[in-house]
């Protein structure tokens, strides 16, 4: 072969790899293991290149792991239930089951063609019913364990749809496919106990050191451990049955500035007033519409309605607060009731200025300083601030130390107690939908509700549904429902709401160790390959994936199913940035934007000539058009160019914009390196200087080193740039024939993690042994590391006139006299004697004249 063709080695070396089942994974105990895994995609038909570079990064860890003697296993499956298939059922006819499969096989065979080192023999998708039937089987244990428990809770419901959407499907208060105006309703609904560990979930962030340290603390925010201060307001003429309010606040140290009393539209007293109030109900009912999460609270228009009831502030029963049904208090958090400090919480402050309440400031930024009336006002928590209604002594303290004082102080006067509480809510699993895990329980009318019984796993999805109208299939298929009780044997109806597809995510990475087994996992396998040692994934993925896979292990090891020593199950996390395009687009008579793919544009203009407007690089996206296929890119340089280039042009945390500039140069690179070992590979005799072979020959070595971190650190980027000046050095030596063989093939070897099929090809050339993929990682040799000698640049009067080679250990004086008889300083010097000469050890030289 007289040039680089990608397209002609890349086959034959997967098909090589795949004879020699090189990436098969099996308990081994002559080496270490090494277990890395990607977050597996969901199987939406088309590959893009941020999975490229996603997975192609775990590939270049597993392959150096595999060079270094690990015992490695790098698995891939589909995370394949979820609303897209049924969306896609209802847009174009058909069938979830079939829609998935079908795009499951069309991206695995847009992914071989990668080259990925992925033990293919243990993949699987979340639908199978061997996995979801042995999630179900998990279910069951959990619920034995006390893990799991039912219960009425307020959800977002979709009145088209019919279903229960999560609150990031709630968009501008609407369905985010139906449009329709979302409800807040109450519905009996399955829960993992996930609360019951948000003590131990947050302590053990702290042994996460390979975790990045945004990730911790997003996770940490989210679990949002606080210390604040329960008690009661008594109400004034209250409905029967409600005497008092009781609320839960973190700034105690700001109840002398209360202003007002809010309470949930679910709270049970709006509820009970609203029974006799047309005006409440209609105002709750509209609250009841929208999201639930903080952050569409927060943005959203805050609104009350004033109950005209009245409470004491505990500290002066002549002070009277009105009580608010309020939009922005949640029933699920703290106890659904919250006093208001307008002077302090923004949220507050608006609230207070559209009803005209009082806002009362408890601290000011000095002992001197005036209240600014125009804003809250909010400082963090440690810094010090002057409190002119506090509840210690001391009038400058920080708020922290503010709030224990408070809460000591509260309980001192018997109003209330000091109370931690996280933020985190237990995790609702039911899912009113066709297309996921059946929750294996039945309702029988003696009985209750039963759990299945095990022999009966998995409880398969039936097949023979229609999407023709909204809501559950399972809810209305004729036969599907109806079953026998495990417990009494008498007529029963199966549960029809299914899991959350987080469920399916949270578990997948056991089921990798023992993908075939007949219980959720082997424990012998699981206690081989588990931990992950290294998970890679979106930062999008960092809070909720993460937390309930955390949570998952630890129910896993109560229930039998893990190890305790898998207990936190990612020992290393690795979140990469995106991989960006810009975007093009024209306008249409309406001057609405039409987008084109990169491939109709050149030169900023459309095949027609009409020019194209250039949005700066942003996020791949189809809606945007601004994608680029990899399979197009594979066909026309191959999947080692694609590789090399995502990995090339930026550090691999940060976003990496693809250039069809930037492809073809690297594409050149390689190329050219084939160039250059076929030639070396060509010559079999010549000697070069001993001068010269050692100089390439530390240059190798160097290289090793230098690569070998890099890959180890993912400075995948810095590699490669080792990797193109060591490409350099190799064109332009002189050494002989044996030095240069021996350094393409060190070069060959450390660019087989990155660009697997070019590295086989040039091992073959050079008469390597066996495969590449399996040759033992080169090792650099610490002596070879230094430099007999070094380069000093020479300054006079500060300005750089020259550079002199000096022994490394030359003595001072030697360094001085060599320096000083440089033609360039002596001609700087202008016949001037030097006043005196600085030596800096291996930086400097410094001549004042």
Same mark, same amino acid.
């Given at each position: 072969?007289?040039?680089?063709?990608?397209?002609?080695?890349?086959?034959?070396?997967?098909?090589?790899?795949?004879?020699?089942?090189?990436?098969?994974?099996?308990?081994?105990?002559?080496?270490?293991?090494?277990?890395?895994? +990607?977050?597996?995609?969901?199987?939406?038909?088309?590959?893009?290149?941020?999975?490229?570079?996603?997975?192609?990064?775990?590939?270049?860890?597993?392959?150096?792991?595999?060079?270094?003697?690990?015992?490695?296993?790098?698995?891939?499956?589909?995370?394949?239930?979820?609303?897209?298939?049924?969306?896609?059922?209802?847009?174009?006819?058909?069938?979830?089951?079939? $829609?998935?499969?079908?795009?499951?096989?069309?991206?695995?065979?847009?992914?071989?063609?990668?080259?990925?080192?992925?033990? $293919?023999?243990?993949?699987?998708?979340? @639908?199978?019913?061997?996995?979801?039937?042995?999630?179900?089987?998990?279910?069951?244990?959990?619920?034995?364990?006390? !893990?799991?428990?039912?219960?009425?809770?307020?959800?977002?419901?979709?009145?088209?749809?019919?279903?229960?959407?999560?609150?990031?499907?709630?968009?501008?208060?609407?369905?985010?496919?139906?449009?329709?105006?979302?409800?807040?309703?109450?519905?009996?609904?399955?829960?993992?106990?996930?609360?019951?560990?948000?003590?131990?979930?947050?302590?053990?962030?702290?042994? =996460?050191?390979?975790?990045? *340290?945004?990730?911790?603390?997003?996770?940490?925010?989210?679990?949002?451990?606080?210390?604040?201060?329960?008690?009661?307001?008594?109400?004034?003429?209250?409905?029967?049955?409600?005497?008092?309010?009781?609320?839960?606040?973190?700034?105690?140290?700001?109840?002398?500035?209360?202003?007002?009393?809010?309470?949930?539209?679910?709270?049970?007293?709006?509820?009970?007033? /609203?029974?006799?109030?047309?005006?409440?109900?209609?105002?709750?009912?509209? @609250?009841?519409?929208?999201?639930?999460?903080?952050?569409?609270?927060?943005?959203?228009?805050?609104?009350?309605?004033?109950?005209?009831?009245?409470?004491?502030?505990?500290?002066?029963?002549?002070? /009277? =607060?009105?009580?608010?049904?309020?939009?922005?208090?949640?029933?699920?958090?703290?106890?659904?009731?919250?006093?208001?400090?307008?002077?302090?919480?923004?949220?507050?402050?608006?609230?207070?200025?559209?009803?005209?309440?009082?806002?009362?400031?408890?601290?000011?930024?000095?002992?001197?300083?005036?209240?600014?009336?125009?804003?809250?006002?909010?400082?963090?928590?440690?810094?010090?601030?002057?409190?002119?209604?506090?509840? *210690?002594? +001391?009038?400058?303290?920080?708020?922290?130390?503010?709030?224990?004082?408070?809460?000591?102080?509260?309980?001192?006067?018997?109003?209330?107690?000091?109370?931690?509480?996280?933020?985190?809510?237990?995790?609702?699993?039911?899912?009113?939908?066709?297309?996921?895990?059946?929750?294996?329980?039945?309702?029988?009318?003696? @009985?209750?509700?039963?759990?299945?019984?095990?022999?009966? !796993?998995?409880?398969?999805?039936?097949?023979?549904?229609?999407?023709?109208?909204?809501?559950?299939?399972?809810?209305?298929?004729?036969?599907?429902?109806?079953?026998?009780?495990?417990? @009494?044997?008498?007529?029963?109806?199966?549960?029809? &709401?299914?899991?959350?597809?987080?469920?399916?995510?949270?578990?997948?990475?056991?089921?990798?160790?023992?993908?075939? *087994? &007949?219980?959720?996992?082997?424990?012998?396998?699981?206690?081989?390959?588990?931990?992950?040692?290294?998970?890679?994934?979106?930062?999008?993925?960092?809070?909720?994936?993460?937390?309930?896979?955390?949570?998952?292990?630890?129910?896993?090891?109560?229930?039998?199913?893990?190890?305790?020593?898998?207990?936190?199950?990612?020992?290393?996390?690795?979140?990469?940035?995106?991989?960006?395009?810009?975007?093009?687009?024209?306008?249409?008579?309406?001057?609405?934007?039409?987008?084109?793919?990169?491939? #109709?544009?050149?030169?900023?203009?459309?095949?027609?000539?009409?020019?194209? +407007?250039?949005?700066?690089?942003?996020?791949?996206?189809?809606?945007?058009?601004?994608?680029?296929?990899?399979?197009?890119?594979?066909?026309?340089?191959?999947?080692?160019?694609?590789?090399?280039?995502?990995?090339?042009?930026?550090?691999?945390?940060? #976003?990496? /914009?693809?250039?069809?500039?930037?492809?073809?140069?690297?594409?050149?690179?390689?190329?050219?390196?084939?160039?250059?070992?076929? /030639?070396?590979?060509?010559?079999?005799?010549?000697?070069?200087?001993?001068?010269?072979?050692?100089?390439?020959?530390?240059?190798?070595?160097? *290289?090793?080193? &230098?690569?070998?971190?890099?890959?180890?650190?993912?400075?995948?980027?810095?590699?490669?740039?080792?990797?193109?000046?060591?490409?350099?050095?190799?064109?332009?030596?002189?050494?002989?024939?044996?030095?240069?063989?021996?350094?393409?093939?060190?070069?060959?070897?450390?660019?087989?993690?990155?660009?697997?099929?070019?590295?086989?090809?040039?091992?073959?050339?050079?008469?390597?042994?066996?495969?590449?993929?399996?040759?033992?990682?080169?090792?650099?040799?610490?002596?070879? =590391?230094?430099?007999?000698?070094?380069?000093?640049?020479?300054?006079?009067?500060?300005?750089?006139?020259?550079?002199?080679?000096?022994?490394? #250990?030359?003595?001072?004086?030697?360094?001085?006299?060599?320096? !000083?008889?440089?033609?360039?300083?002596?001609?700087?010097?202008?016949?001037?004697?030097?006043?005196?000469?600085?030596?800096?050890?291996?930086?400097?030289?410094?001549?004042?004249?």
């Amino acid at each position: 072969m007289s040039r680089y063709s990608a397209a002609e080695i890349e086959a034959r070396w997967q098909d090589a790899w795949e004879q020699a089942s090189v990436f098969r994974a099996a308990r081994s105990d002559d080496k270490p293991k090494y277990y890395v895994l +990607e977050m597996f995609p969901y199987p939406s038909g088309r590959i893009h290149m941020g999975h490229v570079r996603n997975y192609t990064m775990g590939d270049v860890i597993a392959r150096h792991k595999l060079a270094t003697g690990h015992n490695v296993l790098h698995p891939m499956g589909w995370d394949a239930f979820g609303m897209p298939a049924e969306n896609a059922a209802m847009a174009i006819g058909g069938h979830p089951k079939d $829609w998935t499969y079908q795009n499951i096989a069309d991206m695995r065979d847009q992914m071989k063609p990668l080259g990925l080192s992925i033990d $293919w023999s243990r993949e699987f998708a979340t @639908c199978d019913p061997e996995y979801y039937g042995q999630q179900q089987a998990l279910f069951l244990d959990m619920l034995e364990a006390g !893990l799991v428990y039912r219960k009425n809770a307020v959800v977002n419901w979709d009145p088209v749809d019919m279903t229960v959407l999560a609150n990031e499907q709630v968009i501008d208060g609407k369905g985010w496919r139906s449009g329709a105006d979302v409800e807040r309703r109450e519905l009996t609904q399955w829960f993992f106990k996930i609360s019951d560990m948000a003590e131990e979930l947050l302590d053990a962030l702290d042994t =996460l050191d390979d975790w990045p *340290a945004k990730v911790r603390l997003m996770q940490e925010n989210w679990i949002g451990k606080s210390r604040g201060l329960q008690f009661s307001f008594s109400l004034i003429d209250g409905p029967e049955g409600f005497d008092r309010v009781e609320v839960y606040t973190t700034r105690p140290d700001t109840l002398l500035g209360a202003s007002f009393i809010g309470v949930s539209p679910d709270h049970p007293l709006a509820k009970h007033l /609203e029974k006799s109030d047309e005006a409440l109900a209609a105002f709750s009912a509209e @609250c009841r519409k929208g999201g639930t999460t903080a952050e569409a609270l927060e943005t959203a228009e805050k609104r009350g309605y004033d109950t005209g009831l009245r409470v004491r502030h505990p500290f002066d029963t002549s002070w /009277e =607060l009105p009580v608010y049904v309020a939009n922005f208090i949640l029933m699920d958090y703290g106890t659904g009731a919250i006093f208001g400090c307008p002077a302090h919480d923004q949220r507050d402050f608006d609230f207070a200025r559209k009803y005209d309440l009082p806002i009362i400031p408890t601290y000011l930024p000095s002992e001197d300083a005036s209240p600014d009336l125009n804003e809250a006002y909010v400082p963090p928590k440690n810094e010090t601030v002057f409190y002119n209604s506090g509840f *210690a002594g +001391e009038a400058h303290q920080t708020g922290n130390k503010a709030i224990d004082a408070a809460i000591d102080f509260c309980e001192g006067q018997g109003v209330g107690q000091g109370v931690t509480k996280f933020r985190l809510r237990d995790w609702g699993l039911s899912r009113q939908r066709y297309w996921g895990c059946p929750i294996p329980v039945v309702h029988c009318e003696a @009985c209750g509700v039963v759990p299945e019984a095990k022999e009966n !796993l998995p409880v398969r999805l039936p097949d023979d549904v229609s999407f023709d109208v909204p809501g559950n299939p399972l809810d209305r298929h004729p036969t599907w429902r109806q079953t026998s009780c495990p417990a @009494c044997g008498r007529d029963a109806l199966r549960e029809t &709401d299914t899991m959350d597809t987080f469920v399916d995510s949270s578990w997948y990475f056991a089921r990798f160790t023992a993908p075939r *087994a &007949d219980t959720p996992t082997d424990l012998a396998e699981a206690a081989y390959w588990m931990n992950v040692d290294q998970y890679i994934g979106g930062i999008e993925h960092a809070i909720l994936h993460l937390l309930y896979s955390r949570f998952f292990a630890r129910a896993m090891h109560i229930t039998g199913h893990l190890p305790k020593s898998a207990i936190e199950p990612f020992n290393a996390l690795f979140t990469q940035g995106m991989v960006t395009h810009e975007i093009y687009q024209t306008r249409d008579d309406n001057a609405r934007p039409v987008y084109h793919l990169p491939e #109709d544009v050149t030169d900023g203009k459309l095949a027609n000539g009409t020019p194209v +407007e250039i949005i700066p690089s942003a996020k791949m996206s189809k809606s945007k058009k601004n994608v680029v296929d990899p399979v197009s890119i594979i066909s026309a340089y191959g999947a080692d160019t694609a590789r090399w280039f995502v990995l090339s042009d930026s550090p691999p945390e940060r #976003d990496v /914009e693809w250039t069809a500039a930037g492809a073809e140069a690297a594409h050149k690179h390689l190329s050219r390196v084939w160039r250059i070992v076929n /030639e070396i590979a060509a010559v079999t005799s010549g000697d070069g200087s001993p001068e010269a072979d050692e100089a390439l020959l530390r240059e190798m070595h160097k *290289a090793i080193h &230098d690569v070998t971190g890099g890959v180890e650190s993912f400075g995948f980027n810095a590699a490669i740039a080792r990797l193109y000046a060591f490409t350099n050095t190799l064109s332009k030596s002189t050494a002989g024939a044996d030095a240069k063989r021996r350094a393409a093939s060190a070069l060959a070897q450390l660019m087989s993690p990155m660009t697997p099929h070019l590295a086989e090809e040039l091992w073959q050339m050079l008469g390597g042994e066996g495969l590449i993929v399996t040759a033992p990682w080169p090792v650099a040799d610490a002596s070879m =590391l230094v430099d007999d000698t070094i380069t000093l640049p020479v300054q006079v009067n500060g300005k750089r006139r020259g550079e002199i080679n000096v022994a490394q #250990d030359a003595p001072k004086e030697e360094v001085e006299k060599i320096a !000083l008889a440089l033609d360039a300083v002596q001609r700087a010097m202008d016949g001037a004697q030097p006043k005196k000469v600085i030596v800096v050890p291996g930086r400097i030289v410094n001549v004042v004249v």
